[in-house]
């Protein structure tokens, strides 16, 4: 089965910069939809950023200038550059993917998730 597991998360203090990346591994066909999403105690999961199979991307306000979302479809590969990072930026990261979109929907669930990365920002 399809597996995306993410790496790059940890700690880095406020203002500096971290990037995460999800590999695919298993059966795909061509490019979809892919994305990163957030959680952390007392907030809703947020859809951080999502990146069509053509590239066009979204971003969620609270990131918009900060993060750049891309994808390298030779490695299966997706990754996410945080820049200027914030305390509340804490959370963790998991990528996931929607297999049957070639384009991105932001009221249709993701079919499958990774685990997730840790990143944690101090002061």
């Known amino acids: 089965q399809v597996q995306l597991v993410e790496s790059g998360g940890g700690s880095v203090q406020a203002g500096g910069s971290l990037r995460l990346s999800c590999v695919v591994s298993?059966?795909?066909?061509?490019?979809?939809?892919m994305g990163w999403f957030r959680e952390s105690p007392g907030k809703e999961i947020e859809r951080v950023a999502t990146?069509?199979?053509?590239?066009?991307?979204a971003y969620a306000d609270s990131v918009k200038g900060r993060f750049t979302i891309s994808r390298d479809n030779a490695k299966k590969t997706l990754y996410l550059q945080m820049n200027s990072l914030k305390l509340e930026d804490t959370a963790t990261y998991s990528c996931?993917?929607?297999?049957?979109?070639?384009?991105?929907?932001?009221?249709?669930?993701?079919?499958?998730w990774g685990k997730g990365t840790l990143v944690t920002i101090s002061s």
């Open positions: 298993g059966h795909t066909v061509g490019t979809y939809c």
């Open positions: 990146i069509d199979s053509d590239g066009t991307t």
């Open positions: 996931a993917a929607d297999l049957l979109m070639r384009w991105c929907n932001p009221g249709r669930p993701m079919d499958h």
